[in-house]
Structures are given as C-alpha cells and as structure tokens.
C-alpha cells in the first residue's frame, strides 16, 4: 500500500492552540483512515490504493509555554517545514543506480541501453556523486580519440581489459593496471618490430613464437595473443621473468584492435566539474529557471553532503504531485507557511476570520465556527464521528483552549468553550486552573529569548486595503517582567521598524491575570490611531488597555475600524 503524506500545519509563529491542535486533528484522521470512517469530503482525493498518512508539522519555532505541553504529555516537537511549494522530493525522478568510475566504457554503455538512459552517476563506495557519464562522452571516446598510449593514460585496468576480450591472464595479476606504455600490433616481421616497440608497449600479436619473444625482450609490458593461441611454455617462461603479462582471447586481431578502448574506466571520460545538480528541498520552480538554460537531459539529485538519489529530466516534471497541506488555526496567506500558494490545499479548521486572501484550484473542506479556539472544533468533530480520543490528545485539546482563552478570561471565550476544555480536563485527568497557571508561568518565562525572538513570537500581519500594519503580543502573569518587556521591546522596534514593510506595527503586553494589556505603537500615526481606536490617551506611545486581552476580538477590530474610518 503506497503511502502519502499529508502535512497538518498551524500558523507562522505558531502558539499552543497551533501546535495541538495540528497533533490532534492529524491523529483524526490518521484515525478515519484505520477505522475506515474517512468522510466524504475526502472522498476521491486519494485514486486506487494511495493510502494517506497525516503528519503534523510546524512554521515556526515554539514557544516556552507550547514547550510546556508537549513536555508535560510526553508528545514530540512536530517536525519544522519552511516551505510546502512542490520540491524536488515530491516528484518520480528516476532511481538510477550510481555506478563506480573504474567500470569500463563498453559495460556503462551496456547499462545505459539496459536502463533505458543517456547519464549515468559516478559515484564511490560511499554513494558520493564524483562526476557524469553520458551517452555522449563514449561516442566521442570512440569516435574521437585516437591516441595509441589512451590505455595507459587511463590507468585501465588489467580486470577491464580482460571483460572486455573475454579474455585468459596466462602470466600477470588482474589487479594490476597500465601506466605507461601505448598499444600497437605486432604484424610485422620480428626484426622490424624491434624498431617500433618500446618498454611498457602493450603488444596485440598472433601465434608467431618468435615475434612474441620479440616483444618481451623489446620490454612490453603485456602480450595480448588472438585466436585463442595455445602460449609456449618457453615465452611464458620469458614472459614471467620479464613481468610481462600475457592474455589469451578467442577475437581476431581486428575485432582486439576495435574493442581494446572500449576497455579504459570512465573516469578518464566523465565529467567532474562544475556540474549541475539539484538537492531534494529545491523547489520545482527554482530547477525549471536552471533546465531552460542548459542543454542536459538529465541532472543529479544529491543532498547536502553530496549523497546521490537520482537523475531528474525535464519529463519526471510532467508528473508533479504537490504537497498536500490541510491548515488549522489560520486562514490567511500572509500568516501561512511558505509555498501554500503551491501547494494543493485539502482542508482549513479555524475560528478566526475570514482574510480571503486564499484561493483554491478545487472546492476544500473549509470549518470554520466563532469559537474560542481551534481545539473546540476538532473536539467536535471527534465527537461527531464517534473517534476515540487519547488521553494525550485530549490533555493537548484542553491546553490549547486554556491558552487561547487565557483560561477563559478572553473575550473571545464561548460557553462551549469552556463546556468543552471542562470535558477534556476529565478525559485527560488535569486540574485545570493548577495546569493553566503552570502553563502561563512557563509561557511568562522570557528572560532567555532575544528581542527579535520575543517580536516574532507571535506576530501576525493585517492588510487594510494598501496598508499592512504588524500587531505582536506577548502574554504574562508577571507584570513586573511585562514592565521591563515594554522598554526592551520599545527600543528593539524603533531600531528595526524602518527596514520593516509594515507602515505600524503594534505590541501587545498581556497581563493574563490582571486582564489588562499594554499597547506600544510604533510607526507615522500609529499612536494618534490607538487613540482613535481605543477611545483613550497614551504616554510617549504607550497605552493601558484595561479589560483588553485579545488580539483577535479586541485589538484588531479596533484598529481596522479605525483605519478604514480614514480612507
């Protein structure tokens, strides 16, 4: 049964609400899939026997208080993908096998026309692409070089010289491989052979005794006999003393002479440098820009290390299969990983507002409720399907309302909400308010990270027609820490917001338990639009916000209001 991932992903900057509930809702339908209860709006995504697998994965790092949660239900980090757009993994380019660069011409040939190619991969014994041979290469190997010492410079091969004629070692190790010397034949009578032969000369010769005791004294250092020649033990007596090798072979002298190059090991023929190769996380459109401009049929794939998978050819591109993603907590482009536009979206679970700034090539399962939290949905549809839920699964589920929700205090906050975060605390066997308060102090914990980290934390973009404005929030139960926050974060954003691409940019400092949060503003009118905004006075861009905890229900709707008020 062929398996095909289905990644289940959160936001950029992902919070605990992301992280849990892409763990949980790809375990549902992990689940659909074993207990054959798959909907039917899946129905048909998936042709003949392609059985699907859902991996839950993440945008971003996470942060200390979704730490907390997968640490205290001993669940694993998802793994991180940057980008969903179709890489070079994703396609059927070929697995064809490397081969060593000390194979022969004629036996890479052999294996081009077996396999059905034009390149075949040079690799070593540790599957290190070395260099390239193609179908070229041994035209020109045997149309165009015609230098008699091709052997030697070549250091072919003794064990290649013998495949090649189907040949016998009489005298010799076919171990050995030739270094010096050039190949000529010896037809000529034995006293004007002396004038031509010289010391290394491999020497293609017929029965004669007499030239071929020629030529071991002449110091040739191999005797290739034809016709399968019976050898006199007095020349193989000489050849041993000469450590001159000698082989027998069943061909004529013409057939020796036409085949003999055919023996010289690729290397001497391949390409090693400057070649072309692609890495398995290179994106499809990246690799066309590249296979436009050369010539090549074909082009290695390798990894980071130099590791050889493969060939890919402009037709393994006919047959793309993009990345399968289902997005949960989010809906927006600006706020999902990177690629989603290239990649073919199955499913959005979200309880935030409609951005619609995502478009599809085919209808998707599009859930969407104004609940409290993304959890409270995936919650509902285990229970709509009648799917066992883990205590693990439900522990996470209760951990992403009781954090979206700030224990129930957000405005956002629905009585199923909270109905449901009460069931999955019972099914996870938690204490909710000891957990919560936990869980926030590990979240408040903040002293390690650096400012930049803090500001992308969770950070969200909004677009009000031309206008992009960037809002971040940190939440705490530690007021004191969110005080010391707010001068830090205030001189990391002037510093930095001019190379930034959003006109404002807003930070949230949370107090979860006070209920309260600190508004800093930053860029050309951001303040005068909090004040506008908020109804409210600030000092030196900073205002107190009372009762205000969401960004979602609370901050965002008032400053976009205010916004499109202007225009």
């Not at 006293?191 to 110091?219: F, N, P, S």
């Not at 969401?550 to 209001?561: F, I």
Request: hydrophobic residues 40%; aromatic residues 6%.
């Amino acid at each position: 049964m062929e398996n095909s991932k289905i990644i289940v992903i959160g936001h950029k900057n992902p919070d605990t609400d992301s992280i849990c509930s892409a763990i949980s809702y790809a375990y549902f339908k992990n689940q659909l899939i074993e207990e054959k209860k798959v909907p039917q709006t899946t129905d048909g995504i998936f042709p003949g026997d392609i059985q699907p697998t859902y991996v839950p994965m993440r945008a971003g790092a996470i942060n200390n208080e979704t730490a907390y949660v997968l640490d205290y239900f001993h669940m694993e980090i998802p793994e991180y993908i940057e980008d969903v757009s179709t890489q070079v993994s994703d396609i059927e380019y070929r697995k064809t096998a490397g081969i060593s660069e000390s194979i022969s011409i004629k036996n890479a040939w052999k294996l081009m026309r077996e396999n059905d190619v034009v390149t075949l991969p040079v690799v070593n014994k540790n599957n290190i692409l070395h260099g390239l041979i193609t179908i070229n290469d041994i035209a020109k190997s045997y149309m165009d070089v015609t230098e008699p010492n091709l052997l030697s410079a070549a250091k072919t091969s003794y064990e290649n010289l013998l495949d090649i004629l189907n040949g016998t070692l009489i005298v010799g190790n076919a171990h050995n491989h030739f270094v010096n010397g050039k190949v000529l034949i010896g037809a000529a009578n034995p006293h004007l052979m002396e004038d031509y032969i010289e010391k290394d000369d491999i020497v293609i010769l017929g029965d004669r005794i007499e030239a071929q005791l020629t030529a071991i004294e002449k110091g040739a250092s191999c005797l290739i006999v034809c016709l399968d020649t019976a050898v006199n033990a007095a020349v193989i007596h000489m050849a041993e003393q000469a450590e001159c090798s000698v082989i027998t072979t069943p061909l004529d002298t013409y057939s020796v002479a036409r085949l003999i190059n055919q023996s010289v090991p690729v290397k001497h023929f391949m390409r090693s440098q400057n070649l072309i190769t692609f890495q398995l996380d290179d994106t499809i459109d990246s690799i066309k820009d590249i296979m436009s401009k050369k010539r090549h049929r074909d082009f290695p794939v390798v990894d980071d290390y130099g590791n050889y998978y493969g060939m890919v050819s402009r037709r393994n591109l006919l047959a793309l299969r993009k990345k399968k993603v289902i997005m949960v907590d989010h809906n927006e482009k600006n706020q999902a990983v990177n690629g989603i536009e290239n990649a073919e979206l199955l499913e959005i679970i979200d309880h935030h507002r409609i951005g619609g700034s995502i478009e599809t090539v085919a209808p998707v399962y599009f859930r969407n409720q104004p609940v409290g939290c993304t959890a409270t949905i995936i919650n509902q549809m285990y229970e709509e399907l009648d799917i066992y839920m883990p205590k693990q699964i439900a522990g996470l589920l209760c951990a992403a309302i009781l954090s979206d929700t700030l224990m129930f205090r957000s405005p956002t906050c629905t009585a199923l909400d909270k109905a449901t975060a009460k069931k999955l605390a019972k099914i996870a066997e938690l204490d909710m308010e000891s957990f919560a308060m936990d869980m926030f102090e590990a979240g408040s914990s903040l002293a390690d990270k650096t400012p930049e980290a803090l500001f992308a934390q969770d950070f969200k973009a909004f677009h009000v027609d031309n206008i992009t404005i960037g809002v971040s929030q940190i939440s705490s139960i530690n007021q004191h820490e969110l005080d010391k926050l707010s001068k830090i974060m205030t001189e990391y954003i002037e510093t930095h917001l001019p190379a930034m691409e959003y006109k404002m940019v807003f930070f949230m400092l949370t107090n979860i338990l006070e209920q309260k949060t600190t508004l800093l503003a930053f860029g050309p009118d951001s303040a005068s639009l909090a004040e506008e905004a908020f109804s409210t006075e600030g000092t030196d861009n900073r205002f107190v916000l009372e009762n205000v905890v969401s960004r979602k229900k609370q901050v965002v709707p008032a400053l976009v209001t205010a916004l499109q008020r202007r225009m």
